[in-house]
């Protein structure tokens, strides 16, 4: 059913729709509309069975959310920024566990300073806990993923992050085909577990490991996540049949095939790119899209297709490896590592920052062109930095970086803060 309605109201219902059994939060901007949502619906008795459990902390709901999926239910929780790192003890615990609990992070930057806006510095923080991530460009793709989470995680026992940029997704109200609950029924069985607790078979879960066995259990997790590179794209297909939409599976190219420069990208701002990518090329500039979905796993064979027979990649991304650059462009360049192809990071959009078709426009002429430096800041304020780094230089007591910045672009008063 096609409906006018928010991205945290959309996903909530395809989450519903899958019918967990339980589902715990805590809440934290911007994902807060999808839990209370939820919790409306279980309330009002229209998810049943399913027991709401608030918590604490984000801590607490992933421990619960581990003890419910070990148990035999289908777990779902929500999260973003402060309250993913708050969680990151179990995040690894889950994962290690092998325990497939699916959990929505809206993504949103991690302080200090505090910023409540969007980047995918949380999400990114925690690429290698094991968890299968899954990025959606729009809120269509949001609730595809959602019931597809459940079905992957499901059948390799392994929890998946579906992220959802805060905000501008999130709080977005588009046009969103829900499913009905025949279609999500026909495509996600019932929740059979690999490993439950159960006292009639007593097992141990998250037994001590010592170095004999360590690396073998690790690399098990490996070798499920390599299972995920072929599994995504077939239930994607399935998918496609049961829905009659196509899903983006491990990732989507657009305006490819002839493109001798590519922007490769993750999350909302591939419908911005898109929009200037049509735009340069009805001014006869052979440019095109390359969109990851699936981050982890990582495509590398599929990246490596998509590029291989371009000149030139621009890697856009809202994250940042303070002090060596880009984190999606170093697995973008492992993928294509022996091809030749001159690759480029541009960093964009940290802490919510716009990011506009004007400097979209410029950048992407810039690296046709390539002019780029290896790493470069989209729209930085050069001046601003210049000055807070000559200030550092002047005195030893050059004061908090933040209240600074603030200051010197007069959004602030000095001390305001003390």
Known sequence: MLKQIEGSQAVAQAVALCRPEVICAYPISPQTHIVEALGKTVKEGSLSPCEFINVESEFAAMSVAIGASAAGARAYTATASQGLLFMAEAVYNASGLGLPIVMTVANRAIGAPINIWNDHSDALSQRDSGWLQLFAENNQEAV??????????????????????????THAFERVDIPTQEQVDAYLPSFEPRQVLDPAEPVTIGAMVGPEAFMEVRYLAHARQLQALERIPQLATEFRDVFGRDSCGLAHTYCADDAETMIVAMGSVLGTIKDVVDEMRADGH??????ITSYRPFPLAQVRAALVHCKRFLVLEKSLAVGLGGILATDVRMAVSGSGLRGFTAIAGLGGRPITKASLHQLFRQAEQETLEPVSFLDLDRDAVNKQLERERQTRRSGPIAENMLHDKGIVSAGQFG
């Open 144 to 169: 595809d993923l959602h019931i597809q989470a459940f079905r992957l995680g499901e059948e390799l026992s392994m929890p998946v992050m579906v992220c959802m940029d805060g905000f501008i997704l």
């Open 286 to 291: 052979r440019i095109g899209v390359l969109g």
